[in-house]
């Protein structure tokens, strides 16, 4: 394995990025595969257990892959550093942080990769149920309909890194990634008539097109040092999150100010007022995406 590793890494850049999109996609991969099913998962789980009862086998469950993972999990090859304290790994961990700060790239790939995750944390947590059950979709059929946003990112996390790698290029399935999403989003919310079928379809096209904010981490590590890629994941990641809490909440706040104006309740009306954040974030996006230069390595 070992030989294997240093062979790929005598190649160059290209491939170990490449390396780090497809392990950093089947992770996003995981988690979105497993949130697609989360909620439903749930559902049928409360028709068995009581909530504390479910809390608590979830809480074994998490003993368990802990002691798996202590069990498992090893450094790929042993680290050797010299000893310091820990005000002296502080400030290298400042340092590193303020070094990628400075790089004016890795902020704007921060601001679209947030952008389009918050607006993905923002249907798929909460509000996309909602909007389906305001088109006429039962409870079920919204809920399953929400789903396939999840399984549309799970499946786009492998196809977009492969499709940059293929191509040779971050700017172009970043900007192709946002107009699905603008596409998807505008015809769920200003359709006239979205029947079950079409709201399957648009859901998991805008998840499969909300994968290009997985490049956002790639494209920040192809401008820093080969140290400094962990670093500058963390602070895309960490400024991800951050704003995928304020796009969550922003459509529940407007939902009161549309009551307040006199939109009529559950109405289709009420729903595109409520969603006005989100739509315009895709927008913001684009506009960061086309200001991204070209940064796929070069042989």
């Known amino acids: 394995m070992q030989r294997l590793c240093r062979g790929r890494l005598r190649r160059g850049p290209v491939v170990r990025h490449g390396q780090v999109q497809f392990h950093v996609g089947l992770v996003q991969f995981a988690a979105s595969f497993f949130s697609a099913f989360n909620q439903n998962l749930l559902s049928l789980a409360l028709t068995q257990f009581s909530w504390r009862g479910l809390f608590n086998f979830i809480g074994i469950l998490g003993i368990g892959l802990f002691i798996l993972g202590a069990i498992f999990i090893r450094n ?3 680290i050797v550093r010299p000893a310091e304290s820990f005000t002296e790994f502080l400030a290298a961990v400042l340092k590193g942080m303020a070094e990628v700060a400075k790089i004016p790239h890795i902020w704007v790939a921060s601001a679209f990769g947030a952008l389009c995750f918050g607006v993905m944390l923002g249907l798929g947590v909460v509000w996309a149920p909602k909007l389906l059950a305001v088109r006429g979709l039962d409870a079920a059929t919204a809920n399953w309909s929400a789903s396939l946003l999840w399984l549309g990112l799970a499946a786009g996390c492998f196809a977009v890194p492969q499709w940059s790698d293929i191509i040779k290029s971050r700017k172009v399935p970043i900007l192709t990634g946002i107009a699905v999403q603008i596409v998807a989003l505008a015809l769920l919310l200003y359709l006239p008539e979205v029947n079950s079928t079409m709201a399957m379809v648009l859901c998991f096209a805008f998840g499969v097109g909300n994968a290009a904010h997985m490049l956002a981490f790639s494209t920040a590590a192809d401008v820093v040092a080969p140290s400094r890629i962990g670093t500058s994941a963390a602070i895309v990641n960490g400024i991800m999150f951050i704003v995928g809490g ?3 909440s922003r459509p529940g706040m407007r939902i009161g100010w549309g009551l307040e104006a006199g939109i009529e309740p559950k ?4 729903a595109q007022y409520a969603a006005w954040p989100l739509m315009a974030a ?16 070069k042989p």
Do not use: D, K, N, Q
């Open 267 to 270: 109405s289709l009306a009420l």
């Open 76 to 78: 790929p090859a042993p």
């Open 282 to 297: 895709i927008v913001v996006a684009l506009g960061f995406a086309l200001a991204l230069r070209e940064t796929y390595p």
């Open 246 to 248: 304020i796009m969550i």
